[in-house]
């Protein structure tokens, strides 16, 4: 460690970004507490604070480099705990409208495909490495605490499994709770505005299976992406290899054409996909457990930035900021970046006379570069359906424009630019 800049950091949230942002603050801290309301398993399995820990995760190479920053050769671990080694544009299929498949390429990238439990549970037990890290499970925050002037936060009041109400002191406290609503909480108590929002409304349904993949496996690729043909076809799908020899199909469907939640009917889903590749793979694979849905309205952006003022060591963190749409698996990478973007923040600052001053305000404006790139990644494929709520901005007009063409939607390109 090197010299601490604070005595104690809490951290609410014990899901991707919040471990992740624990070790950030592990070196300027001479303590984190990290809370989590759930039970913390032993093994790679889902918990109820994550209710969509079942269905397929990605993490992608931007998420995969901040990981291994912030934890040299966390990359090693996955493959050590069973993640699947994927050769980026070799060994996963891609059916794309025009392309069934799209031409494979070599693009020099190695990553991992693994559970959502496994990549969690690998980076916990990193985490845990870190003997100033406390992980407190089963202990619910319940209110951000701040200084009478509401200058600066001061406690976190939290409940423990035996429902007795405690109180941690702390001048720094990261929001990774995934809903943000501490962090609103606190503002609202002290009559400060909100953040503005940014919305889109997409109303996706999704869901997920495992299947063990058959001795012969699959000739020349180890998974299969569909796309859809929008706006008329919009069931899309992934699968990918996972640990323990296991494929995890996702199957993904809009207004209202959702995946069921039965076998019968997420086979018959997979077969009323664009091309036959995934239902050939998988309708004769022997299925693992049940079938696990999702549903998700709305991608959501919250303008932290645009505040003029936020209480000092106040750090809305990941989803607290931004949700994106599960479909893109951006969420947990964009958390990884966060973290790893504070942790060099506060390298920098740590010889300065006050390293905390300012630091939220200045976090949360990087942050906002950091995220527009894969936010407006997202919003402009899931705009080329008329029906997605949301306001459309100009700066992605020709993008959403060269997509429809590539997808022939002229008469949908009249309805947009008229």
Same mark, same amino acid.
């Given at each position: 460690m090197s010299m601490p800049i604070g005595k104690r950091a809490v951290v609410i949230g014990a899901g991707m970004g919040g471990l992740a942002t624990a070790r950030a603050l592990a070196d300027h801290f001479e303590q984190v507490i990290v809370l989590e309301r759930d039970s913390l398993p032993a093994d790679a399995v889902p918990r109820p604070g994550v209710p969509q820990s079942p269905q397929l995760h990605a993490l992608l190479g931007g998420g995969q480099r901040a990981l291994c920053e912030l934890f040299p050769d966390f990359d090693v671990d996955l493959a050590r705990a069973g993640a699947v080694p994927l050769r980026v544009g070799l060994d996963l299929r891609y059916d794309r409208p025009g392309y069934d498949p799209f031409p494979r390429r070599d693009l020099g990238w190695l990553t991992y495909a693994m559970s959502r439990p496994l990549i969690e549970l690998t980076l916990r037990r990193r985490v845990e490495e870190h003997g100033n890290i406390k992980l407190r499970q089963r202990c619910r925050a319940r209110e951000v605490l701040a200084s009478p002037d509401g200058s600066a936060v001061t406690a976190v009041r939290y409940e423990t499994a035996? @429902?007795?109400?405690?109180?941690?002191?702390?001048?720094?406290?990261?929001?990774?709770?995934?809903?943000?609503?501490?962090?609103?909480?606190? /503002?609202?108590?002290?009559?400060?505005?909100?953040?503005?929002?940014?919305?889109?409304?997409?109303?996706?349904?999704?869901?997920?299976?495992?299947?063990?993949?058959?001795?012969?496996?699959?000739?020349?690729?180890?998974?299969?992406?569909?796309?859809?043909?929008?706006?008329?076809?919009?069931?899309?799908?992934?699968?990918?290899?996972?640990?323990?020899?296991?494929?995890?199909?996702?199957?993904?469907?809009?207004?209202?054409?959702?995946?069921?939640?039965?076998?019968?009917?997420?086979?018959?889903f997979a077969q009323g996909l664009r091309t036959p590749?995934?239902?050939?793979?998988?309708?004769?694979?022997?299925?693992?457990? #049940?079938?696990?849905?999702?549903?998700?309205? #709305?991608?959501?952006?919250?303008?932290?930035?645009?505040?003029?003022?936020?209480?000092?060591? /106040? /750090?809305?963190?990941?989803?607290?900021?931004?949700?994106?749409?599960?479909?893109?698996?951006?969420?947990?990478?964009? &958390?990884?970046?966060?973290?790893?973007?504070?942790?060099?923040?506060?390298?920098?600052?740590? &010889?300065?006379?006050?390293?905390? @001053?300012? /630091?939220?305000?200045?976090?949360?404006? #990087?942050a906002q570069a950091l995220i527009e790139a894969p936010w407006a990644m997202s919003a402009i494929p899931d705009f080329v359906y008329p029906d997605t709520r949301g306001q459309r901005r100009r700066i992605w007009r020709m993008h959403l424009i060269s997509q429809m063409l590539s997808c022939g939607s002229r008469p949908m390109i009249r309805r947009f630019t008229s």
């Open positions: 035996d @429902g007795k109400s405690d109180t941690i002191a702390t001048n720094f406290v990261a929001d990774a709770s995934g809903h943000g609503s501490l962090t609103l909480g606190l /503002l609202k108590s002290l009559g400060q505005e909100l953040p503005e929002e940014t919305k889109i409304g997409v109303d996706i349904g999704y869901a997920s299976a495992l299947f063990a993949i058959p001795p012969e496996g699959l000739s020349d690729w180890k998974g299969v992406a569909i796309f859809p043909s929008p706006p008329q076809v919009t069931r899309s799908c992934l699968m990918a290899p996972v640990e323990g020899n296991r494929w995890l199909v996702a199957l993904c469907g809009r207004r209202g054409d959702w995946p069921p939640g039965d076998w019968d009917g997420f086979l018959a590749t995934l239902y050939d793979a998988i309708k004769d694979a022997t299925r693992l457990g #049940e079938v696990g849905r999702f549903g998700f309205s #709305e991608s959501m952006w919250r303008h932290f930035e645009r505040l003029k003022a936020v209480p000092r060591g /106040l /750090l809305p963190i990941g989803d607290s900021i931004c949700r994106f749409n599960p479909i893109y698996g951006q969420g947990m990478s964009v &958390a990884a970046q966060e973290a790893s973007l504070l942790h060099r923040m506060l390298r920098k600052r740590v &010889a300065d006379a006050d390293p905390l @001053g300012g /630091l939220t305000e200045a976090f949360l404006t #990087e």
